[in-house]
């Protein structure tokens, strides 16, 4: 079935170091959004992306949609403390609009 | 209301009962969604409504599992006959329009143990 790759699994930051996460999918995706989730809570929407080699900045946090609409990635530029959680990407394949598939996430933890 | 409200938090259960889960939608949005996420993973889609309409319920794990959102504003997740493998949070998500420019906004989940 369609599945949604997230490496890496675990990240391990310094703070003020930058921090990438990648998403791949073996097809092509309608379009891809990014969620956050803090320990112990719930996952919180960042961004859509739905153009091909699409480009979205928010702040320190650039998401970038592959030419070929299979790839994704969510880079932050001088993590902070603020910045733990666990990022998901979600991918759509425009089928159901309903049927978001979550990648497993990126742990991101940073020391002080 | 402000946000996603999702009833009980924590539900501890014994095998083989049957749980009712419920979520209060933000008002007026017209998606709701169902996810399950075990500890460690991503959410799983588990079921899709438009309004009333149960459009995708394709993620249910088995008939054990039922959906409704009778009025198109509140939901209910059954699980009958709870297996210890239900364990998991159940998170329920709502967007104002089909179109998921906006993403989904989250409760804060229903942490389901199954004893």
């Known amino acids: 079935g369609q599945q949604v790759m997230q490496i890496p699994q675990y990240q391990h930051v310094q703070e003020g170091e930058d921090f990438t996460t990648y998403c791949n999918s073996s097809t092509t995706l309608s379009n891809i959004q990014w969620y956050k989730q803090r320990p112990g809570g719930h996952p919180v929407f960042l961004i859509q992306?739905?153009?091909?080699?699409e480009v979205k900045k928010q702040k320190r946090l650039t998401f970038q949609f592959g030419e070929a609409k299979k790839n994704s990635s969510l880079h932050i530029t001088a993590t902070q403390t603020t910045d733990v959680g666990t990022y998901f990407c979600?991918?759509?394949?425009?089928?159901?609009?309903?049927?978001?598939?979550f990648g497993k996430g990126t742990k991101l933890s940073v020391k002080p | 209301g402000a946000g996603v409200s999702q009833s009980p938090r924590y539900k501890v259960a014994k095998r083989g009962q049957d749980v009712a889960l419920r979520c209060d939608p933000i008002?007026?949005?017209?998606?709701l969604f169902w996810y399950q996420q075990a500890l460690g993973q991503g959410p799983e889609f588990l079921t899709y409504?438009?309004?009333?309409?149960?459009?995708?319920k394709s993620g249910l794990p088995s008939d054990r599992f039922f959906a409704e959102r009778p009025e198109g504003s509140v939901s209910t997740l059954k699980i009958q006959r709870t297996q210890q493998e239900d364990s998991a949070v159940y998170l329920c998500?709502?967007?104002?329009?089909?179109?998921?420019?906006?993403?989904?906004?989250f409760g804060s989940g229903t942490r389901l143990t199954v004893v």
């Open positions: 998500a709502s967007s104002l329009f089909p179109d998921r420019a906006w993403g989904y906004t």
């Open positions: 008002s007026g949005h017209v998606s």
């Open positions: 992306l739905v153009k091909s080699g």
């Open positions: 409504f438009q309004n009333e309409a149960q459009l995708d």
């Open positions: 979600a991918g759509n394949y425009g089928g159901s609009q309903g049927n978001l598939i």
